[in-house]
């Protein structure tokens, strides 16, 4: 047995958007679990209701806990603080069943279906989605407008904006030949969501001219628009995007379990519509399918329930012959996560991942990153998900550690 004996959840205030949660056993192990907003609410979850239930659990036993946490009578069907704990937990469970076994997530999952993984980069700018959050449109990412300075040399969101194109070549020359961009958020803002003007199109059509311009087809791109529209609007963005051809279109609706709204768009544009990060288990992603309403699936591991609902998502996609692609603007454990996910599951077709967080706030936190090569991730070879925090993260003067320990 691997009886678990004391939970710990770690949170920075610099990077307040994030909670890790780790997990003690008692044969002398640690699992490293993350997940992203609501940092405070999670933490409260994990030491006021999930502690009192999994203190003294086999950690061996991942699916009937997994099962237990995701089926709460409050906050299921959801992504909600219930959801996003038991993600954490569940994710740090499997990195304990690497460790134990000497071997990486990937393999304990059931094996690779590859030997790499290609790479999309996604084109915020530094620490984007790193602090707290508010339910505003647009809250805690920077909508760049493109007069601004860029702060490094890896400040994609204001790249975009400035040259696309530009962007476009700088990211070919790195091998990453997919990326995505969100010009259209800006005028949801300034319009409240319920309107976008034919002029306000034309302007958020340029960055994808330029890519067009400069790149050509080498460049693949997604048009990512977060949640925020409503169906006319929506509609209204993406029949003005078809005849740049688009990979996909993210999350075009403020309600993304609306089938019939989806199925609208679809009739409409005829632009393929990837969703959706914010939605967890295999239930709702098995409806949108029947639907017919996604051409990709998108699943966060840290909103959906972890690896164990994140592989029978794909699983579910896998039956309708649709991609899953594991999302990451996140954490740098949610993206070693989905990186084990997206080896494991048989039609993964991309990671997300932001080279600008891989360059920086990443390599602060972890002691191990993903390796990277034109494009491309390699097989991991770690026991486990890859990486642990830093020792330093926990001594730094604004961590907030708590711990729930077995009596």
Not at 352 to 368: G, S
Request: a negative charge.
């Amino acid at each position: 047995m691997s009886i678990i004996k004391k939970i710990r959840t770690v949170r920075v205030r610099e990077y307040s958007n994030l909670t890790w949660v780790e997990i003690e056993t008692d044969d002398g192990l640690t699992g490293l679990g993350e997940v992203w907003r609501g940092a405070e609410a999670v933490e409260s979850a994990v030491h006021t209701d999930i502690a009192n239930y999994l203190l003294g659990k086999d950690a061996r036993n991942i699916e009937r806990i997994s099962r237990d946490l995701t089926t709460p009578y409050v906050g299921y069907h959801s992504s909600g603080a219930e959801i996003r704990a038991a993600s954490a937990v569940d994710i740090a469970l499997w990195d304990l069943f690497g460790k134990r076994m000497g071997v990486p997530v990937w393999e304990v999952l059931g094996g690779a279906s590859r030997d790499k993984v290609k790479l999309y980069n996604t084109c915020s700018g530094y620490r984007y989605n790193a602090t707290a959050t508010t339910v505003s449109v647009g809250a805690g990412r920077r909508i760049a407008s493109g007069d601004e300075e860029m702060r490094g040399p890896y400040d994609d969101q204001v790249a975009f904006e400035k040259d696309a194109g530009k962007l476009a070549e700088s990211l070919l020359a790195e091998g990453y030949s997919v990326m995505k961009i969100w010009p259209f958020d800006k005028y949801a803002v300034s319009n409240s969501n319920n309107l976008i003007s034919l002029t306000d199109v034309e302007k958020g059509l340029v960055p994808f001219q330029k890519i067009r311009e400069k790149a050509g087809k080498r460049m693949e791109f997604m048009c990512e628009m977060h949640g925020i529209w409503n169906v006319p609007s929506a509609i209204r963005i993406m029949k003005a995007l078809a005849p740049y051809e688009p990979l996909w279109v993210e999350d075009p609706l403020c309600k993304m379990d609306d089938f019939d709204a989806l199925r609208m768009l679809k009739d409409s544009t005829g632009v393929p519509i990837c969703g959706c990060e914010t939605l967890s288990g295999p239930l709702v992603f098995r409806q949108l399918l029947q639907h017919g309403v996604l051409d990709y699936s998108m699943v966060d591991l840290g909103w959906c329930g972890g690896l164990s609902e994140g592989r029978k998502i794909a699983v579910v996609a896998d039956s309708f012959n649709v991609p899953v692609a594991p999302h990451d603007c996140t954490g740098p454990i949610l993206l070693w996560a989905g990186i084990h996910l997206a080896f494991h599951a048989g039609n993964a077709v991309f990671m997300e991942v932001v080279r600008a967080n891989m360059a920086t706030w990443y390599k602060d936190l972890v002691d191990f990153l993903p390796e990277v090569n034109q494009g491309f991730c390699a097989l991991p070879t770690r026991p486990g998900l890859g990486a642990a925090l830093k020792p330093e993260v926990k001594e730094r003067p604004d961590a907030i550690i708590r711990e729930t320990t077995l009596n």
